[in-house]
């Protein structure tokens, strides 16, 4: 069964580092999003990607934070520079266009970042 | 802003016995969708089960069923049977549909005992 796919699964980085987390999502799927969950609190929407731009972003998306589609298959999530409240799990999703109308996300195993 | 609350931070429940998980929402829209969500110790996370606004019948996946009350803003799930693979986190979650953020809930942490 086709999958989201998530690189790496745990990230360790230096406050103020540059980070890039990685995600390859269905093949045939148009729409993608990033969530975060920081340990033991609920998943928080951080934006959504269609047609190569975003369709919506959170107020935790700031400047900071970018995405970028650079090919056909992978979907990035970059921080700048890292600060220690940035460390979470992040979720990459994804929906198919026949899925739209239904919503129906597919998440993928998340990286945990964890800034030092 | 559409909330979702989840007033059970832990339930548990004996193996194939029934649980059920509580979720209420708030929001203005009349067409939405909810979901719940699991979320093992893997913490990948799972869709269990989708419940349209607009339909009256309560969704079922097999053991998993929920209890849709649309006036009472309130969508709680339902596990009969419970197996030890059920132990997780289950998230409930809100979206207005097409390509629209989910709105999660902070969840309810399940123990299933032997």
């Known amino acids: 069964e086709p999958e989201v796919t998530q690189t790496p699964s745990h990230q360790v980085t230096q406050m103020g580092q540059e980070v890039i987390l990685r995600c390859v999502p269905i093949?045939?799927?148009?729409?993608f999003y990033w969530y975060r969950q920081i340990l033991g609190q609920k998943v928080e929407f951080l934006v959504s990607?269609?047609?190569?731009?975003?369709?919506?972003k959170s107020e935790i998306f700031d400047d900071q934070f970018s995405v970028e589609r650079p090919d056909g298959s992978n979907f990035t999530l970059k921080i700048r520079s890292t600060k220690l409240e940035d460390s979470a799990m992040y979720f990459c999703a994804s929906v198919s266009q026949g899925m739209v109308a239904k919503n129906i996300q597919y998440f993928g195993a998340g990286t945990r970042l964890s800034v030092l | 802003a559409q909330t979702v609350t989840q007033s059970q931070p832990e339930m548990s429940v004996q193996e194939a016995e029934t649980v059920t998980l509580s979720c209420t929402y708030d929001t203005s829209e009349s067409d939405y969708y909810l979901f719940w969500y699991k979320q093992p110790p893997s913490r990948q996370m799972i869709l269990v089960i989708r419940q349209e606004a607009y339909k009256q019948q309560n969704a079922t996946e097999n053991r998993f069923s929920v209890n849709f009350q649309k006036a009472a803003k309130s969508f709680s799930l339902k596990i009969s049977d419970s197996q030890l693979g059920d132990a997780a986190m289950y998230f409930c979650?809100?979206?207005?549909?097409?390509?629209?953020?989910?709105?999660f809930g902070k969840g309810t942490k399940l123990t299933v005992n032997p």
């Open positions: 990607f269609y047609n190569n731009e975003i369709s919506e």
């Open positions: 979650a809100y979206t207005q549909g097409g390509s629209e953020k989910l709105v």
């Open positions: 093949s045939n799927h148009l729409y």
